[in-house]
């Protein structure tokens, strides 16, 4: 509803006065950068600005349009100018108080679902609000947003169900994929996260429902990242599902069929990823995320030389692990190098790690990464990974096959192999059981131990259980949230080794320098400016991750080292470089601080 020429006079001060401020250019022109439409930026906050070109009759729509509505916190002046009188309650409410206000009647809320369904109106009907709630209280809602409980949300998706959010492309679209991103209402798209559902964390094939997920991932892109939400498009490719249930739900939302495979799938794939390209230029970057093993590592062999692309399951979670190694190591001392890694789950998390420790570990001892791979052992559902299996191994399994004699348990392989650090990624919860972790504590003084698989429910272990099983001795990070446990005395905080750390600030990079690809240098800088943003004082209570609390600010500062990669490597097409690239970066960041209207 909104027209174009809304653009140019919510500019507010417009280039000179973002200039002037040192941050990003207004447009998202061919040289990069954040363009700014709706006048969403900080460094334009001062300025009134009008919310609608069209002249109307009554500010009803205004009040419907989340992008725009302050609800209560409308002014007197702008309820005047904008045919509000009479619309809303006399009462006018600041926007900190709108927050509290939304605040206590959440916390009201003891089922984490019935929370997410308020988030999610409150994202439909005034979306700064939503955001600054997200943004200045990121630790108690990132669980309810994402992981956990996007993961429920996604189970139940057909009965909760209420707007469509985001893009569904199915097979019937075949040939008219173009079209449909035309209808979607926004042209200056920076950020696209898509699945097909195969994956979705660790709960497997949720088909179409699996759209949660890339509306969550893409709520932290702005949240997190600072990128604005108008930017941002979330899509869900339906190619059918192979979830008996769900096809035998009354309520499900996507194609009743199985799951297209072959030929059939690839062309769908081709055909979305050039109609983005077409429609949204080179450098519109595209996450892919929750696809299944075979689908994931092919798509992005496939794409990652053609499109600002990267699959934040295999890349994302790597950055995330290594950042918290590298942490590690600085507690409990010693170097990557000198460490034997053992992995449950040889899948996109599990290969994508290995592969980005060996590549780091080559990178600080100059030897092949074909050498430092030797120290990275991996067991799947059919046990340790070892030569004789070879002929078997799906190709992404092939680098880690070592010589060794077969060996069918984990815990016989953690006898067997002694490793200094236990990741698990493999999708299947309770699997670090007692024995395992006591065989762990019993090899080393301090075991770093990973339990990476989403939701909770499918944790390798509980918090609980790492300090309790190791005797307080394990360095211990989840992906799923845990609370601070208290064993003997002492209390433990778990780190939350989720890629929600890395992919926001690494988008931004990419996106200020106007990167053209994301390579595994940019994944590394990712990992090391992650790492460098722990705080030391807390290693002491095994926390090896920052606090979400300070999430901008990290995001920032790993967007500033990604872009400084780009630039090095002569992928950034942004020119010329910002110097302060910190600094630049948080001038690029959204705030969801309410606008004067005039
Ligand atoms: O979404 C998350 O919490 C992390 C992730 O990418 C996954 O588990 O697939
Ligand atoms: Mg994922």
Known sequence: ALPESTADMGGGGGPAAAAAAGCCNGKAGPGGGTGDVYGEDR?????????????????????????????????????????????????????????KRIMHTLRQYK??????????????????????????????????????????????????FRRPQGLFISLKDKGKIL????????????VIVVTDGERILGLGDLGCQGMG????????????????????????IDVGTNNEELLKDEFYIGLRQKRATGQEYAELLDEFMNAVKQNYGEKVLVQFEDFGNHNAFELLTKYRHTHLAFNDDIQGTASVVLAGLISALRAVGGKLAEQKFLFLGAGEAGTGIAELIALEMSKQTKAPVEETRKKIWLVDSKGLIVRSRLESLQHFKKPWAHEHEPVKTLLDSVKAIKPTVLIGSSGVGKTFTKEVLEAMASL???????????????????????????????????????????????????????????????GLGLIISGAIRVNDG????????????????????????????NIRKISAHIAASVAAKAYELGLASHLPRPKDLVKYAESCMYSPVYRNYR
């Open 43 to 99: 460094a334009t906050e001062d300025q009134l600005i009008t919310p609608w070109a069209v002249s109307v009759a009554s500010g009803y729509n205004l009040l419907r349009d989340p992008r725009h509505n302050k609800g209560s916190a409308f002014s007197e002046k702008e309820r005047d100018a904008h045919y509000l009188r009479g619309l809303l309650p006399p009462a006018i409410l600041s926007q900190e108080l709108q927050e």
């Open 111 to 160: 089922v984490p679902l019935q929370r997410y369904m308020a988030l999610m109106d409150l994202q439909e009907r005034n979306e700064k609000l939503f955001y600054k709630l997200l943004i200045d209280n990121v630790e108690e809602l990132l669980p309810v947003v994402y992981t956990p409980t996007v993961g429920e949300a996604c189970q139940k998706y057909g009965s909760i």
């Open 179 to 190: 079209e449909i991103l035309k209808n979607w209402p926004e042209r200056n798209i920076q």
């Open 213 to 236: 997920i890339p509306v969550g991932k893409l709520s932290l892109y702005t949240a997190l990242g600072g990128l604005r939400p108008s930017a941002c498009l979330p899509i869900t």
């Open 444 to 506: 080393n003084e301090k075991p770093i131990i990973l339990a990476l698989s989403n939701p909770t429910s499918q944790s390798e272990c509980t918090a609980e259980e790492a300090y309790t099983w190791t005797k307080g001795k394990a360095i211990f990070a989840s992906g799923s949230p845990f609370d601070p446990v208290n064993y003997n005395g002492k209390t433990y905080v778990p780190g939350q080794a989720n890629n929600a750390y890395i992919f926001p600030g690494l």
């Open 522 to 549: 940019m994944l590394l800088a990712a990992s090391e400016a992650l790492a460098s943003q722990a705080i030391p004082g807390n290693f002491e209570k095994g926390l090896i991750y920052p606090p979400f609390s």
